[in-house]
């Protein structure tokens, strides 16, 4: 296990059920959101600890990298839209 899975596993111990990771990409009005996907995808499937799936078992946690994906979910929003940009913060 990597020392930051560690420390969350310590620290946040017992009521960790999820870590998450969240990016906010600043893009042109012209950015091909289909080549995004795909690199996202083809990193994410490259980098085997981005897959990672961690179980407890009675008191031990197992780690498990899950196999590459086959797509990623990315949510498209417009900041300047302020629906949108509610929407974002309450997800």
């Known amino acids: 296990i990597t ?7 310590h620290y946040n111990s017992p009521n960790i059920h999820h870590v998450n990771q969240s990016r906010i990409l600043i893009l042109p009005n012209n950015y ?3 080549l995004l ?3 996202l995808l ?5 980098h085997g600890m981005l897959r990672l ?6 008191q031990q946690w197992h780690a498990q990298i899950t196999p590459p994906l086959t797509q990623v979910s ?7 839209n302020e629906e ?5 913060l309450k997800t």
Request: one cysteine or more; aromatic letters at 8%.
């Open 3 to 9: 020392p930051i899975i560690q420390w969350a596993l």
């Open 32 to 34: 091909d959101s289909t």
């Open 37 to 39: 996907r795909e690199s």
């Open 42 to 46: 083809s990193v994410i499937n490259h």
């Open 53 to 58: 799936k961690m179980q407890q078992k009675g």
């Open 74 to 80: 990315l949510n498209d929003c417009d900041m300047v």
């Open 84 to 88: 949108c940009f509610d929407s974002w």
